[in-house]
């Protein structure tokens, strides 16, 4: 019996080869995306959200962000430099005063660097990144960046969670299921997934969730175009669904204000207080606040019931295709793998698998 996911029919349709090498070789990059274990630890900390467990959320995401799996592994996270972090998922206004006193403590015990301001070591460190290759990028700077970077997503997560249980959980009527794994059986096959959530709304109506992290809004018609929620709709018999979408980049709120006249220059580009007093310009020095805010957006759709033919049509046509093994290298996704190059790149046309490891 052949068992396939939504995620291992979009990795054969992104290119057979690669679905392949993952499923039937289990090679694997060396590294993992922070955004993967990030998501991950989050959905744990929701799901508790969700289930009105008697837990601190905040507490099951630091666990799960401490320490997280990478090809099966447990592996320390905090500096790991297993994980590949963006550029955006580092935000010095989100950090505290007792995170900088972490990096500074974990730069000189650690690393064996003393540092004087750690902004301006992370900004050399990040411009050091981009101007060498990456096997030859110091592992002493790595670790500092890597950790920096887990720093600020923790911060991000403890606003994220704050803003999905103020905003999202007031909405939900009913829980009806979390996590639920589902399985949609032909005469020899198996597709399955996983529900993040089955809820009724306060619009009364039930619907298929998913929890999504994204760098942008998603589009107004995102729900009527999803395979994934095609499949799980057709599944629980629901023609209704929806997507909750929480941005990594927190909206900060920054509001400045002169230390001398109290002025509120939140709109100015002046340098200075320039706040006039008695017809003489204030000159204060700015002092800045910020409000952290977490942007989570809300998509609500119905199923489109053609595409629910679409995606069992394409199951069952990439079922028969590995069944026959048909395994074919589209060179198109070389470049173009789901935002950046192929893990799979330099095995196919070169041999080289030293960046792989079997699973």
Avoid at 99 to 117: N, P, S, T, V, Y
Avoid at 165 to 183: A, G, L, N, Y
Avoid at 207 to 213: A, C, E, G, I, P
Avoid at 268 to 284: F, L
Wanted: proline share 3%.
């Amino acid at each position: 019996m052949n068992k396939l996911s939504h995620s291992s029919l979009a990795k054969y349709l992104k290119c057979p080869e690669s679905h392949r090498l993952h499923y039937k070789e289990r090679l694997r990059p060396t590294v993992s995306s922070a955004a993967l274990l990030f998501g991950s630890a989050l959905d744990d900390a929701i799901n508790v959200l969700l289930k009105k467990e008697d837990k601190d959320p905040m507490q099951v995401f630091a666990s799960k962000w401490e320490k997280g799996f990478i090809n099966n592994k447990l592996v320390s996270l905090p500096s790991s430099t297993q994980i590949v972090y963006a550029a955006s998922d580092f935000d010095k206004d989100l950090m505290k005063d007792i995170d900088w006193q972490k990096l500074l403590m974990f730069a000189e015990h650690e690393l064996g660097l003393k540092i004087e301001d750690p902004v301006a070591y992370y900004n050399q460190c990040e411009l050091s990144k981009k101007s060498k290759a990456y096997k030859q990028f110091p592992e002493e700077e790595n670790k500092f960046l890597n950790y920096a970077n887990w720093l600020s997503l923790y911060r991000k997560a403890e606003i994220i969670l704050e803003a999905y249980k103020t905003e999202i959980v007031p909405k939900i009527v009913r829980v009806i299921d979390v996590q639920k794994k589902i399985e949609l059986k032909s005469e020899n096959d198996v597709i399955e997934g996983y529900i993040d959530f089955i809820a009724e709304w306060e619009d009364g109506t039930t619907r298929v969730f998913d929890n999504k992290s994204s760098s942008r809004l998603y589009d107004e018609d995102a729900v009527e175009n999803s395979p994934q929620l095609a499949l799980y709709a057709l599944h629980e018999g629901l023609n209704k669904a929806g997507f909750i979408v929480y941005l990594k980049s927190i909206q900060k709120n920054k509001v400045k204000t002169c230390g001398v006249c109290g002025h509120d220059g939140s709109e100015s580009r002046a340098k200075t207080c320039n706040n006039e007093i008695k017809g003489k310009r204030c000159g204060g020095e700015w002092t800045e606040t910020i409000t952290p805010k977490a942007k989570i957006q809300v998509v609500l759709g119905d199923v489109n019931p053609k595409l629910e033919e679409a995606v069992l049509d394409n199951f069952n046509s990439v079922n028969k295709l590995i069944k026959e093994n048909v395994y074919y290298k589209n060179t198109h996704a070389c470049d173009d793998y789901y935002g950046g190059s192929c893990p799979y790149k330099a095995l196919c046309f070169k041999g080289v698998d030293k960046d792989l490891e079997k699973v």
